[in-house]
């Protein structure tokens, strides 16, 4: 342990990548007992390296990284470097002329850069500068990291402002006995929340019962959730114990709750307000101390309203009510999450696939994902099956997955849809179709663009995230349309 200008550095690991690795000479001399020190000259013998030694920082040369980013760009570089060292801060190293390219690629993702010849106090400076930058969010990860046991939580390491806020709710309702109402879209990762929640509880080493209620027909949904006695109804030849008898003490999980039958609603209310309830076709009180998580991925407010669900029961489920972003909203996630399920088909599966290749991930990031994590889960399970190399390429994923999806038709409405999903739909084609037009018309150019739509930069940065929308695809259109 050495400390370096007030910082404590713990021998960290840097990786160079450069044609002339006696640019190094300096740096090695000097900062060798302070830094662990590595080198490659290509940037695809440096990514079998990082997989074994996981350097914390690497400096690439500029003109390897621009070489790199020719067939795609330098999102995607550093996308594939990320998923293989998901914490690395990226460094460019560059002559005086190219400058301003380095600030460019900078901009574009990388977290510093260095000019050429090295110096040890400036490479020192870089990196301490990093260490400062980060230093809440490496706290708030640490915290995380001895709360939240590693190995089953790994989805937990989010780049989102969405899901940071998230699990920071998770966190404070977890040690309580509150009732939890978990929404999002189908694929959002309700399920895994709630087994999260549980895992974080007072209960979390009694059981964790998950019930589908859309699953269960509707004649039996009572049956299941609070069993029955024998006799009870034709086919009841002897008593049953229901979910929330077996799931005493411990926690249960009501998935698609906004499905459940009025009279299952009666009793799942008397549940909650009392801690009692009766098997069918029996009269003993039974005594339920059980935590209750509920999810739906419709709108429970709207079906109250529409006299579906019971006023008193949804108030009561609604107590800490926490909304999981779509995968949409959280696309700066995708490579970690990639990385995630990969490591898991490696561990089910005799096969060693290493890593996505650049322009699968370019597709995912601009993809809207209408199935959420599932969908990627699925889309990556196929192309593994596939895949005969140690890299998932681009023709085992489905072809609409590379394709910008057609403008839509004006006027084309799904009758079939709901007047809030309608409008929803509709209000996001006008969104796209607009800052598509700005964009166009201002050549890309952000601050431009941000004004004429009259809104700030970084709301508009936020609405092209959501949009798939992208500057370097509209770089001189304005001109060309004239």
Partial sequence: MTIDKGIITLLKK???????????????????????IDSNRQLSAALQVFRRSRPEFVFVDIEILQQAAAESNYKAVFQTISLICPNISIIVMATPKLLPEAVKIVHEGAASYLTYPLVPDELRLVINSIIEQTRAESELDYLREQVWQEDEFELLHTKSPA?????ENIRAVAATKSTVLLTGE????????ARLIHRLSLRKNERFIEVHCGAIPDTLVESEMFGHEKGAFTGAIKRKLGKFEIARNGTIFLDEIGTITPPAQIKLLQVIQ?????????????QSDVRIIAATNIDLKQLRDDKLFRSDLYYRLNVFPVELPPLKERKEDIPQLAELFLAKLNTFHSKDIAE????VLEAFLAYSWPGNIRELENILERAYILEQTSILRPQNFPVELFTYPPKPMPGTINHNLTLSEVRKIELGRIEHNYLDLLLTTCNGKINATAAAAGITTRQLHKLMKKHALFKENYKNTGEARG
Avoid at 17 to 36: C, E, F
Avoid at 163 to 167: L, Q, S
Avoid at 274 to 286: A, K, L, Q, T, Y
Avoid at 356 to 359: A, N
Wanted: proline share 2%.
């Fill in 14 to 36: 840097l990786h160079f990548i450069l044609k002339q690795t006696d640019a190094l000479k300096g740096i090695q001399d000097n900062l060798s007992s302070v830094y662990h």
């Fill in 356 to 359: 996505v290749h650049p322009k």
């Fill in 186 to 193: 189908t694929g959002s990762g309700k399920g895994f929340t």
């Fill in 274 to 286: 009392d801690g009692v309830f009766h098997r069918v076709g029996g009269e003993e009180d039974i």
């Fill in 163 to 167: 899901m940071k806020t998230v699990f």
